[in-house]
Nanobody
C-alpha cells in the first residue's frame, strides 16, 4: 500500500515563503523510478498541476506551471523518499489546498507542459496554504 503525506502548509503574508514536504512510502521499488507532482486546488476552481519531477537516467526532469516559474522550486530526495516544494514570493492567488501525488509510471512526467499532466495513482490528503495581501 502506498502512502503519501504532505506537511508544511500555513498562512503567510504576500511576498513570504513556505516550504512544503511530501513523504511517499510504499512505491515499488521507490520514488527514484516514479513520477511525482504537486497539485493545488483553490475554492471554486479546478485542480491544477503546479510542478512535476522525475529522475531520468540520473538527471532531474522538472516542469512548472507558468504562473509559478521563478518562484517555486521542487526538489526530489530519492534516498529518503521525500519531495519538497519551496515557494517564494507568494501571492494571494497562490492560496489553495496543495496536494502531493505519485505515480509509478515515470512517463507521466515526460510531458511538454504542465497543461499536459494527467491523473496520478496515489494522492495525499493535502496541506492548506493561505497567502494574505
Amino acid at each position: 500500500q502506498v502512502s503519501v503525506v504532505e506537511s508544511g502548509g500555513g498562512t503567510v503574508q504576500a511576498g513570504g515563503s513556505l516550504r512544503l514536504s511530501c513523504w511517499v512510502h510504499g512505491l515499488n521499488p521507490n520514488i527514484a523510478s516514479a513520477c511525482l507532482a504537486w497539485f493545488r486546488q483553490a475554492p471554486g476552481k479546478e485542480r491544477e498541476g503546479v510542478a512535476t519531477t522525475a529522475t531520468v537516467f540520473g538527471l532531474p526532469v522538472i516542469h512548472y506551471a507558468d504562473d509559478v516559474k521563478g518562484r517555486f522550486t521542487v526538489s526530489q530526495y530519492n534516498n529518503n523518499n521525500t519531495l519538497d516544494l519551496q515557494m517564494n514570493n507568494l501571492k494571494p492567488e497562490d492560496t489553495a489546498m496543495y496536494y502531493c501525488a505519485a505515480d509509478p509510471a515515470q512517463k507521466k512526467c515526460l510531458i511538454a507542459t504542465m497543461k499536459d499532466v494527467g491523473d496520478f495513482a496515489h494522492w495525499g490528503r493535502g496541506t492548506q496554504v493561505a497567502v494574505s495581501s
